[in-house]
């Protein structure tokens, strides 16, 4: 008996730590309008993930391995994080996009379309390169 008290200690303990493990935020929340965003816990980011890939007619998985593309196939960045606002309607995805710097901009989610490309799941844009790049800088929510 006190092993299975032991097990179990361990278990919650390890579990704590992965909880309040240094990860990267993959769903965040603005409370309000121009508010800085903020993460969302666990259990909320993973609904809400879910939420936003099955509106794009993708798993969770593919949503967030999805690439942004041109509309004649040409990759231009890659979906980092998924933007909420206050009601928990998805607004914005975070993309990095290709080049030097790895710079990140919020691109409206009224600019994408999912598309399949031989099978993968991507999303496109009408936007050029130009126009991704002159989009707001991402700026991550404080820790």
């Given at each position: 008996?006190?092993?299975?008290?032991?097990?179990?200690?361990?278990?919650?303990?390890?579990?704590s730590v992965a909880a309040c493990s240094d990860r990267d935020d993959d769903v965040v929340q603005a409370p309000a309008p121009g508010a800085a965003p903020a993460s969302l816990p666990d259990g909320q980011a993973d609904v809400a993930a879910t939420n936003a890939a099955?509106?794009?007619?993708?798993?969770?998985?593919?949503?967030?391995?999805?690439?942004i593309?041109?509309?004649?196939?040409?990759?231009?960045?890659?979906?980092?994080?998924?933007?909420l606002d206050a009601s928990g309607a998805l607004t914005h995805l975070v993309v990095e996009l290709?080049?030097?710097g790895?710079?990140?901009?919020?691109?409206?989610?009224?600019?994408?379309?999912p598309i399949d490309r031989?099978?993968?799941k991507d999303l496109a844009t009408d936007l050029t390169p130009g126009q991704l790049q002159a989009l707001?800088?991402?700026?991550?929510?404080?820790?």
């Open positions: 008996m006190s092993r299975i008290v032991a097990l179990a200690a361990a278990l919650s303990i390890t579990a099955l509106a794009f007619g993708m798993t969770r998985e593919q949503l967030e391995d999805a690439d593309v041109s509309r004649d196939n040409a990759d231009l960045g890659d979906v980092e994080t998924l933007v290709n080049g030097p790895d710079m990140k901009v919020l691109v409206p989610v009224a600019d994408v379309a031989n099978g993968d707001p800088a991402w700026t991550p929510p404080a820790r």
